[in-house]
């Protein structure tokens, strides 16, 4: 029994170190599975370790939107990748990681399906005011108030998609399915993509009756819905944003929403999460959701597949299953 136990601890020391961010949002199932192929540390819960594998941990696997920032990089000399777990990678400190020659994973196409199916669901809610309508229900004001008003269908309408990536493609694949018009604005014109492009948002807001948020946030996307573009929109149009609260200028939503100056919203995200305007509230044109878009069991499973593939890439010296392209 000792020469097992021996033998149990060195296989467990040659395992390649990964420094975990805030595992404990993943399954514990997820963990013990890593835990079979790496020897997984978390200075969050061992911050006693961090000088002992300073020098020898060579991945960081980042779990959800947990910021890696500079600070953190720069106590790891040997750091060669990090591999995220979102889709997103507006928390990982891009510019020290191209600096330093680190590679950067993301979810890839895991969370691709999950997103544009809540995208779908929260425009829909937004036009027939479904959770409106439950509200009014169980208030049972139905008895009182008599029928509730007229919502608005969703066939027929020019739908703008911004970012027409792996999630905004599903969006499109799905709201053309419904009959709805597609156009897009992406960083570059997508040759295989039969939808009209546009350039600038605000020409993209102008030919729309909805707008669907789903690039990517980086500088040059920092509030790209601003007061220019819902004004384009008009007071009939919707924005559903299933990216990240920063790219709408949320003050200035909020300010078009109660002055009517905008037909309604759908949103996952906020610029200050978890707090949500108190003006948007009690509004019934308007469906908030706490940041949950991309989150299902299946999503899960997928994207521990993303994370599995990409480390056992990265330590067999193959190519990665979801790199960042960090230029």
Not at 56 to 63: G, N
Not at 71 to 95: K, M, T
Not at 182 to 207: E, G, T, W
Not at 228 to 254: H, P, Q, S, Y
Request: with cysteine.
């Amino acid at each position: 029994m000792a020469n097992q136990s021996e033998e149990q601890n060195q296989e467990q020391q040659q395992r390649p170190i990964v420094m975990v961010h805030r595992l404990p949002t993943f399954s514990f199932s997820f963990a013990n599975r890593l835990k079979t192929h790496y020897h997984l540390f978390d200075p969050l819960d061992s911050p006693d370790l961090i000088d002992l594998h300073r020098d020898s941990v060579r991945a960081i696997f980042c779990v959800g939107p947990s910021p890696v920032t500079s600070e953190l990089i720069a106590r790891y000399p040997c750091l060669e990748i990090i591999v995220g777990s979102s889709a997103g990678v507006d928390h990982i400190d891009l510019r020290e990681c191209r600096r330093r020659g680190i590679a950067v994973t993301n979810a890839g196409n895991a969370f691709s399906e999950a997103a544009a199916e809540y995208a779908v669901g929260l425009l829909i809610d937004a036009l027939r005011r479904v959770s409106a309508g439950d509200r009014f229900v169980r208030a049972g004001l139905w008895p009182k108030a008599g029928e509730y008003p007229l919502g608005f269908k969703l066939g027929g309408k020019r739908v703008g998609i911004v970012g027409l990536g792996s999630i905004g493609s599903e969006v499109a694949n799905r709201l053309a399915a419904f009959g709805c018009s597609i156009a897009y604005n992406s960083r570059k014109k997508k040759p295989s993509v039969p939808y009209p492009y546009y350039a600038k948002v605000c020409d993209l807001a102008v030919n729309s009756d909805v707008l669907v948020v789903c690039c990517a946030l980086a500088d040059e996307t920092h509030h790209i819905i601003n007061k220019d573009v819902m004004t384009a929109l008009g007071k009939e149009g919707v924005i559903i944003n299933v990216g990240r609260g920063k790219l709408v200028d949320e003050k200035e939503l909020v300010q078009f929403l109660v002055r009517g100056e905008i037909g309604g919203a759908g949103l996952d995200v906020f610029e200050n999460e978890p707090y949500v305007p108190k003006e948007l509230f009690t509004m019934d044109n308007v469906v908030l959701s706490p940041h949950r878009a991309v989150l299902t069991q299946e999503s899960f499973e997928a994207i521990q597949e993303v994370v599995v593939a990409n480390l056992e890439a990265f330590f067999a010296n193959k190519p990665l299953v979801s790199p960042v392209q960090n230029e």
